[in-house]
DNA sequence: GATGCTTGTGAAAACGATTACCGAGCGTCA
DNA sequence: TGACGCTCGGTAATCGTTTTCACAAGCATC
């Protein structure tokens, strides 16, 4: 390994002349530059990092916090934010925390120690003040979720809104009674959908029944968006209409469907959040909110850069979503010739 | 931040010893490494890795290489990974390589510039001679693919007999004509299962017809599943079970033969890999086989822990998989059951 | 010709740890 | 008693950069 002496020995000059020119700090110009650039090259010299950040203390490395790669929604942000931190140098630390706040303090550490320059949050619970300590002392991003009461830049999609426009999309279709198939987490997003999904039902005059509101496991399992859809179907007064704040809980909430010999969306129509799963897989294909999931970790990763580079940026930025209507509501007519299945005959 | 040096004086002793107590050359007993460890602890003292990096030469930190972490198969092999480097103290970094030869060599030259310790290697393709300088210099472990011209230590199962017992069960059932839908890529395990295919109907005496083996693209899209079982299922005598290298190749083909208004498994046996796509989400469940994933990325990482030690490991590690039978092949008494669609009219 | 300003360069001081080396103290044994 | 070995702890070198500071040269101005 070639250190920058062998170089600024090879060049017959000094060290400090062999950082300058290699940090763009003088004209490469001129016969001295250039003679450190072929020296350079030819000893095939690549700077020590540790050197570097010891002396910059600096690290070129950020944290990324979730709870889980293996959640495909979570894995699309990531690459994402990998692209970004690609494109600009930087190296990324990946901690699949599960929720556990030790764990996340533990990672956080690296902060302190200096082994990482800042961190994206991507799945922030309510109630996380005890970030804040972190919060005001280093560069941090929160992705797609966030907790009003720490302030933390973030990005994410308009929870809020998009559960509006469900709302609509199902009262448009006739639905007066739509369940909701919510989740035991505590995120930002899931608190958003659901007073979404109340507003909405109270801006149209309907009743607010607290039976139709179901609280699925905190990991959006299809296991328990089947039981959630199962439960609320038995009901006597059954909702024809059920907005799953996941994709998977959509997924689960169908097959729970069938297997009460209801055909989707003939007895009830099912919408579903995220669009990241397999959504156009299955008959019935999947209505869904989509989010961007790669420009979400993107903007989050650039915005985070703002905030290492000292620059001012937007405390939030919100980006566009989507709702894709496909054959599980709505499109009643088309769903006909599709291979929308039978109720089975158990 | 306070540094050894704040600490030493706080202890009133030299930088020497508050080195050395901290990391255990010596006895953690004794006054003086008493007054070292409260002090420590008074200051919050941690330790500057790029100072002690610089220091030792290295970094604890590893490179992880893989296509896509959207892939949940990859997604789930990598949190395997990731639990293990938490628990050895060592840091991994993610490239998502999208298996382009030139961002690979660009992250592995992390590893020239020190800033990397080792590395895993999640999808080698056949032909990577490139790797062997790597390999020759550092410590490199190969992750579910590898390549045997390149004498990396590797972790995976046991492509060729799983793809035997899928056609010993195949061939159990009675089914003589079985078409492979495999992949474009240049993986080993493509190949191997390929070549399991082939020499279990030889093996059998059974012809082995070009005809009977479709490529679907590098990918394993549900789409290119979807029109491979399309293509070979329109063939004059057609298959009457199909072996898909993936999950969700034969997600797409279970689809493909719906659409050609072919009953799974009635008409046609399906067969899957890896267990990890929403096998059992959907009817009929998919028969598979199943791969120990996260097992898979835990002991990558081990082997390179101990490569990094100067430990000998083994060259290679076979994890155990597993055929599971469900409906989408066999069981066929229990599927007559089942909420098994009725071809579309479309 | 003295002065001030700019520019380019080198010497050397950081950055914060680990560790080679050395000397002091102590116990043991011939 | 003296030689020897062992342990313990301090001093200082070291890792490879970046950056401050000082100096010298070149140039314009008075």
Redesign the interface.
């Known amino acids: 390994?070639a250190t920058i002496v062998d170089v600024a020995k090879a060049a017959g000059c000094s060290v400090a002349t062999v950082s300058r020119v290699l940090n763009g700090k003088r004209a490469k110009e001129g016969e001295l530059a250039r003679r450190v650039l072929d020296a350079a090259r030819a000893l095939d010299y690549?700077?020590?990092?540790?050197?570097r950040?010891?002396r910059k203390?600096e690290?070129r490395v950020i944290l990324i916090l979730l709870p889980?790669?293996?959640?495909?929604y979570y894995?699309?942000i990531?690459?994402g934010i990998?692209?970004s931190a690609?494109q600009h140098g930087y190296?990324?630390?990946?901690?699949?925390t599960g929720n556990r706040r030790e764990r996340e303090e533990a990672v956080l550490?690296r902060l302190?120690?200096?082994?990482a320059d800042g961190a994206i949050l991507m799945a922030t619970e309510l109630g996380s003040a005890w970030l804040k300590p972190y919060a005001e002392r280093y560069p941090i991003v929160q992705c797609s979720e966030f907790d009003p009461e720490v302030d933390i830049a973030h990005v994410s999609v308009d929870n809020y809104r998009a559960a509006l426009e469900v709302m609509d999309h199902l009262m448009g279709l006739g639905h007066r009674r739509i369940g909701i198939i919510s989740s035991e987490n505590r995120y930002s997003s899931t608190a958003l959908r659901v007073k979404g999904y109340r507003d909405a039902l109270e801006h149209a005059g309907l009743p607010v029944s607290e039976d139709y509101i179901c609280r699925a496991d905190a990991g959006y399992s299809?296991k328990s968006g089947f039981d959630a859809a199962v439960s609320l179907l038995s009901l006597d007064e059954r909702p024809t209409a059920l907005f799953c704040i996941s994709d998977v809980l959509a997924?689960?909430a169908i097959?729970g469907a069938?297997e009460l010999g209801l055909n989707v969306p003939g007895d009830v129509a099912v919408v579903g959040f995220d669009d990241v799963?397999?959504t156009t897989?299955?008959?019935p294909y999947l209505t869904t909110v989509g989010q961007p999931c790669y420009e979400i970790g993107y903007r989050a990763m650039e915005m985070l850069i703002g905030l290492l580079g000292g620059e001012e940026v937007p405390r939030q930025i919100q980006l566009p979503h989507r709702l894709t209507v496909r054959e599980s509501s709505g499109l009643r007519r088309h769903t006909l010739?599709?291979?929308v299945?039978?109720p089975?005959?158990?």
């Open positions: 390994m690549v700077p020590n990092s540790a050197a950040n010891l203390s690290s889980n790669v293996t959640n495909p894995a699309h990531l690459s990998g692209d690609y190296s990324h630390f990946l901690c699949n550490g302190t120690r200096r082994q299809f997924l689960g097959a069938r799963e397999h897989m299955f008959r010739d599709l291979t299945e039978r089975s005959s158990q």
